[in-house]
């Protein structure tokens, strides 16, 4: 009976398919007049001896950037003025993410698969620091996700991924000028009857060259100066508007 089960295992697992992704450029730059670039994330559906895979599969990919601690603010209304009022502070919040699916996420997977591989927004875990009443950090989540999809740091492309053949698959991902620097992860989960199959990822390194790196190298290394130049230079800015439009 044992080796039976043994048997059966071993045939299951080699009905799982294997994942080999590409992504078109895995390093981005970005230099003075970056206005945005469009990466292109492809690969195949393989059986374990390199062959079409034996069915359908529903792909779903994402491209995650590096998490970072970050405060939301809530303005309110006093006396006409908008000021800060509530505020939370999320501890793993992903400064850049997209999602791209054959199909809409509801039709693939459920909502608890879907937390499990954070896969579409409103699964993203970013764990709030401290405690706080869960309708609230549902709020503060919503309105952080919102301002990052407005800004383009945030996307979702529902039936974006097109496959051919039940092999080749491939998807576009667009990175706006605003995109963050660090090392990015690019995931492909392979998924059928609502259970992920089998997942793959690579990696993309997006830096700044040239005078951007140089600034935002002191701006890292150097903030204090940093901080103090940019007054100074807020300043001296203000000043020279001031002397221009005293001449007009």
């Known amino acids: 009976m044992l080796i039976v089960l043994a048997v059966l295992v071993l045939l299951t697992g080699a009905r799982d398919p294997i994942l080999v992704p590409e992504v078109s450029q895995h390093e981005v730059r970005l230099r003075q007049g970056f206005t945005g670039t469009e990466l292109l994330l492809f690969g195949a559906i393989l059986s374990p001896d390199g062959t079409r895979a034996a069915r359908d599969y529903d792909i779903v990919v ?5 998490t970072q601690s970050i405060v939301v603010r809530e303005k309110g209304k006093v006396a006409g003025i908008w000021i800060n ?3 939370t502070e999320f ?15 509801k039709d693939i997977i459920d909502d608890k698969t879907a937390a499990i591989y954070e896969l579409g927004l409103p699964w993203l875990q970013l764990s709030p620091i401290g405690a706080i009443d869960p309708k609230e950090q549902q709020r503060f989540a919503q309105g952080l996700v919102d301002l990052n999809l407005r800004n383009g740091l945030y996307r979702q492309n529902e039936s974006a991924v097109t496959v051919k053949e039940q092999v080749l698959y491939q998807a ?15 995931e492909t989960f392979a998924i059928s009857k ?18 951007e790196r140089a600034i935002a190298d002191f701006a890292d290394k150097q903030s204090i100066f940093y901080g103090l130049i940019a007054v100074i230079v807020s300043i001296l800015m203000g000043w020279l508007a001031g002397r221009l439009f005293a001449l007009v």
């Open 194 to 211: 609502g259970r992920v199959i089998a997942s793959a990822s690579s990696n993309v390194e997006i830096r700044k060259l040239g005078f």
């Open 172 to 186: 576009r991902i667009y990175l706006p000028s605003s995109v963050p620097i660090g090392t990015y992860t690019a």
């Open 91 to 105: 501890r793993s919040a992903p400064s850049y993410y997209a999602i791209a699916t054959t199909k809409p996420i």
């Open 85 to 87: 009022a509530d505020s």
């Open 62 to 66: 994402v491209l995650k950037g590096p």
